[in-house]
């Protein structure tokens, strides 16, 4: 016979003394051992507990009892054996049974039993009888004690939960807890298997692995064990699992007392895990809780040999490290090492990166680093085009196409603190510079023969032609002007400006004839004390602010020109009283501000990892939101490049100048002779570098005065508060970005192909070598209002496209709604089915001719024009920024033949 545990005789007494039975002692049928306290006390009475192997122990208890107690005899004898003369004395005269699940019964009030609950076996009674709390058992809410209630309440009671909430999150917030987990470590082993399979049922599968880890004494790391499943059940090891992968699980056992998880769950173990983490993370608890258990994880990996393997982790830092090593050496790979980089190549690259992308530990700062590096391998894929004809064609090849590659290869030029990311960045960052470098030695030489040469610029913008040519008509419009010069200001710097002006909505950018944008060239050499004074005098000029000013006033009598010390005001006050005034004033129709902040951090700061927006350029910020009746006119007088740390090349030189010199000696390499009205400097004759590695004076953050397109073409920004025809011949801009910069390449059987469509031919300029003569851009004349919108970028309308204009469905939607162009629709649907139905929005907005401000509006108008009662046929993915086209239920929507 089973011995009965002490508290089950405990509940059968306890249950005896509730009866109206008057009789001084009961006989239960037990082994007649008992090692606890003889004596008990039961609400006052005391109760002694005596084995009675036989009649004459049974008799003998009797006998011996005292007047104040009741008597409890364990016996394995049966009342014929006992006697008439014991069972006399005894309750109900008989020997009783102490039935687990009587007690149970009892303990719940006297209801009635679910067999489901019986079913499950002692061990439920055994446990319910001997975790019994103080307080007792909930009473069940009918008359049926159901097993959900009676194990929710143990497993409640055995955890210390609360009954109605254990779940996944709950068990594993319980399991940092290393008393309780403790307490049920210990538990016998039927109670542990009924408890884990019970959980199993209603916090899920994650339950078991959990439960596995407490009886293996690792209770306290079952968090970490769930975040380094991720690893070791990652989803790629579904179909085949690697021999160092089945190594790994197998060292990870004993955490599990020896069990090996099933495939499910662990996936379960790891989503919860990871559940945790995020929900750790969302409180605010990074560091106490949430970096704890992450360094617990791969202390658990190492201790496994196992840290190898954390790239599948989505969440475990070791992982993400691990992946960006493996997107360098795809990198490295991809660089080329002449000419362009391959496609294939460069899709692995992406392919990586979007991976490490995925890791939820993942630093924005290194992925962005790391973003820009694949824009560069997209760009080096491209092929080089033929040197620009014209000066013209140089100066918007740097505002269109390598402002952009500066911007990038500015970040992977700062670089990576991980020696294997270093070197793969190195690597680009060479492979870029041959070719930047070609494209600074073509731009070079057109700059110089036109210097030379004198050539009327034709419809090229200089930065003494700014006043006359773009801030005037806006005045004679009767638009008043904010003009802000950006002191120092490159085109890949005006690149983020112009995003961080534009992101709100609230201001949006306007371009001649809605065209691409163009850019103004500088003064020669490209310092602020000649182009500057230029750009305010109307006039190739040299002077400091006070010439300026002077000069501004001539030609602008109620104007405003405020350089760093007038937008300087006391403490509190963003700018000075007349400062506000002279903006808000209807009198002043032009107001011009000088911001220095780019120009002083070549000094001081480290202008190659600023982002340059209104965030680290206050003063922008603060004037645009007192300018949001004006026309804001943004423009430098002159770029900058960044100092090149060990491959700057120092030059000698008679002057401290860091970037243009005297020609007391003959150009050299990378240095370029230039002579005539446009350089302000040294009798009109000096030599300046084209290679941005050359210096001549002390070493600084960053630099100008030389010939390279980085310095010497100057960025031009206009902006409006929402009136896209506020300047004459000047709409909506398009995206600025080129192709390249937004858009991934895709895999297409052997070769890689852009995901977007291919190009015009002639879209590329591909010109014999330069031919440095005649005119430098011949004087157009821009329209008034912005051409249609064509698909100019796309390829011919499908014919799929044409079915849907011409039918009666569509006749009849495109009649009740806001009218969209039927050109418009065309270019945009063909820009879809020609991207296998998925493009992103400013690709979608570059392909079917559509201003950036109006993209989101345009496609909200595409989608309610093809919703057919309702059915999503165009929509925006869950990334934000990709839109979607449903072929089948276009066909099906508008009954066209599928084509």
Known sequence: MTPVQPAAIRRKVEAWLAEPDGVPAIALRATPLWTADPVLSIDGTAVRVVACPTPLAARAALRDRAEDERLVLLTELTPDELGDGVLAHLSLQTVRSVDPWDLVRQMFGGVNLDARLVRDGRWAAEALTDHRPAQGWPAPSGTVLTREHALRSLAGELLGLDPKQIDSAGLLQWSTDALAVQRVAHLPAAVADGLTNFLVEIAGLSAAPVMAAVRAGHGVDAIPLGLLTGALWAPAFSAEVPVQIAVARTRLEPWFGGDRLSDASAAAFRAAAEAWLDRAVDAGHLDEDARPMLRRAEAIAAEIDAMPLLAESAVLPTGFTQRMRTFADALRLAVPAGGQADPAAVVKAQQLLARSEEHRAADPAVLETARMAVRLLRWLAEPDPGAPATLA????????????????????????????LAEAYQLLHQAVQVRRSRHDDQFAGHLAHATSAESPPGAMLRVEDVLDRVVQPILDHGQRVLLLVMDGMSVAAATELAESITRSGSWLEL??????????????????EVSRCSLLSGRIAVGQQAEERKAFEVRYPSGVLLHKGNLRAGAGAAFAPDVIAALQSPERQLVAAVVNTIDDALDRSDPGTIIWGQETIRAVRDLLALAQDRVVVVVSDHGHVVDRGPEAVSMPSPSSENRWRPATTPAGDGERLFKGSRVAKAGGTVILPW??????????????????????????????????????????????????????????????????????????????????????????????????????????????????????VYAQRRGTRAPLPDDRVRAMLTALLANNDRVARDTLAALAGIPEHRTGPTITALQKLLQVEGYPVLEIDADGRTVVLNRALLIEQFHLESS
């Open 691 to 808: 290679r941005e590695e050359l210096r001549y004076g002390p070493r600084k953050a960053g630099y100008h005065g030389g010939a390279s397109p980085a310095e010497a073409v100057i960025p031009l920004l206009v902006f409006s508060a929402g009136n896209d025809q506020a300047v004459p011949g000047w709409s909506g801009a398009p995206v600025a970005s080129p192709e390249w910069w937004r858009e991934s390449l895709q895999q297409s059987g052997a070769a890689a192909q852009p995901s977007r469509p291919a190009k015009r031919n002639g879209s590329r300029r591909t010109s014999p070598a330069p031919q440095f003569e005649g005119a430098l851009f011949e004087v157009v004349e821009l329209p008034a209002q912005p051409p249609a919108a064509p698909a100019a970028l796309a390829p011919q309308s499908p014919a799929l496209v044409e079915a849907l204009l011409a039918s009666e």
């Open 511 to 528: 371009t001649p004839g809605g065209g691409a944008r163009t850019g103004v060239l500088a003064a020669l050499p490209t310092v602020t």
């Open 393 to 420: 064609d140089a100066l918007h090849r740097q505002v269109r196409e390598d402002g952009w590659v500066d911007r990038a290869r500015l970040d992977i030029f700062a670089g990576d603190v991980d020696p294997q």
